[in-house]
């Protein structure tokens, strides 16, 4: 299935179409498609109403410096805050990142959405994209808040996604804009980068978004796009069951597959479930060249992905709410 992004604040009339589209399982927010709460809210409801049901809506509501809605939500700090309150307070600083993710996926689901793509357990080494969306730099460290993050995500009743597998951390480019080459063995990524996946896999994780990144020592494509990451080490070493998601296929990084075609055919071939388009102006092609493919139903995907959504009013009211937004404050 493609995860598509829309132009703009309204729906187009031919975005009406692609929500009908048997390829089309679900639809990504960005700032671009926000102007205020009562806004978004609108527009939600005009997909969900276009799309029918079985329809993913999503958002990267990361906080810091990846935080797509703003007025009308809590400002929420960077992971690397509790990362550095963890050298003073452990403790506190993995309840606070709990608390963090309870507060974030709580707003997002109150406001209509299935999923903010969220947590981002990349190692805090000096990534360009990465940056102060990471934790800490130590593995065991960034293994206890993934698994801290999930828990307070799934008491919010939000699915969470681990991103970028095996690790984005530790490499300098942004694959936004450059290619991405890792030379470590697959020994030294297991003990590494790959070692808060398995917190979070082990806290129950219902979704993987792979990097872009090239592991050459482990196999000759990016992550994304290799049956050796995705079908043997992620589904058969880590024992993963849940949503394999592609990051986006506009970036930079992921076109060493070709056009948009190949690039999507190569993350379905490779295992992947769910493929995000996110520049509007790729989704005309990425519909219109992955309408021959046997897809996973939408029905498939939601049931695994989506879930409940509170009253906007009753949560903010809600005690659990204040005392989270009173942890992050």
Request: with cysteine.
């Given at each position: 299935m493609l995860m598509i992004g829309l132009a703009g604040k309204e729906l187009l009339p031919e975005e009406r179409g692609f929500l009908k589209s048997p390829a089309v399982g679900g639809v990504i927010l960005f700032t671009r498609n926000f102007e205020s709460r009562e806004q978004v809210t609108r527009l939600i409801a005009e997909i969900r109403a276009e799309a029918g049901p079985g329809f993913l809506i999503a958002v990267d509501q990361e906080g810091g410096p990846v935080q797509r809605f703003r007025p009308g939500f809590t400002a929420l700090p960077p992971l690397s805050v509790f990362g550095a309150r963890y050298e003073l307070d452990p403790a506190k600083a993995l309840a606070d990142a709990e608390q963090h993710a309870f507060l974030m996926a709580s707003e997002m689901l109150a406001l209509g959405l299935d999923l903010s793509f969220a947590p981002c357990i990349d190692l805090k080494r000096g990534n360009r994209a990465i940056g102060e969306r990471a934790f800490h730099n130590d593995p065991a460290i960034v293994a206890a808040?993934?698994?801290?993050?999930?828990?307070?995500?799934?008491?919010?009743?939000?699915?969470?996604?681990?991103?970028?597998?095996?690790?984005?951390?530790?490499?300098?480019?942004?694959?936004?804009?450059?290619?991405?080459?890792?030379?470590?063995?697959?020994?030294?990524?297991?003990?590494?980068?790959?070692?808060?996946?398995?917190?979070?896999?082990?806290?129950?994780?219902?979704?993987?978004?792979?990097?872009?990144?090239?592991?050459?020592?482990?196999?000759?494509?990016?992550?994304?796009?290799?049956?050796?990451?995705?079908?043997?080490?992620?589904?058969?070493?880590?024992?993963?069951?849940?949503?394999?998601?592609?990051?986006?296929?506009?970036?930079?990084?992921?076109?060493?597959?070709?056009?948009?075609?190949?690039?999507?055919?190569?993350?379905?071939?490779?295992?992947?479930?769910?493929?995000?388009?996110?520049?509007?102006?790729?989704?005309?092609?990425?519909?219109?060249?992955?309408?021959?493919?046997?897809?996973?139903?939408?029905?498939?995907?939601?049931?695994?992905?989506?879930?409940?959504?509170?009253?906007?009013?009753?949560?903010?009211?809600?005690?659990?709410?204040?005392?989270?937004?009173?942890?992050i404050a």
């Open positions: 808040f993934a698994a801290a993050y999930v828990r307070g995500m799934h008491r919010a009743g939000m699915a969470a996604t681990i991103k970028h597998f095996p690790g984005h951390g530790s490499v300098l480019e942004d694959t936004h804009f450059d290619a991405a080459i890792d030379p470590r063995s697959l020994d030294e990524i297991l003990k590494q980068d790959l070692y808060p996946f398995t917190a979070g896999i082990a806290q129950g994780a219902e979704a993987v978004m792979m990097a872009h990144v090239s592991y050459p020592a482990v196999a000759p494509e990016p992550a994304g796009y290799s049956p050796r990451w995705i079908k043997e080490i992620l589904r058969e070493q880590f024992r993963f069951l849940g949503v394999v998601i592609s990051d986006d296929i506009g970036m930079a990084a992921a076109e060493s597959a070709g056009g948009i075609k190949a690039r999507i055919d190569a993350h379905l071939d490779a295992g992947c479930d769910l493929v995000l388009v996110c520049p509007a102006a790729l989704v005309a092609e990425a519909v219109r060249v992955t309408t021959d493919r046997a897809l996973k139903s939408r029905s498939d995907l939601a049931s695994l992905l989506a879930r409940r959504q509170p009253e906007w009013d009753a949560l903010t009211a809600s005690a659990d709410y204040l005392a989270a937004q009173a942890a």
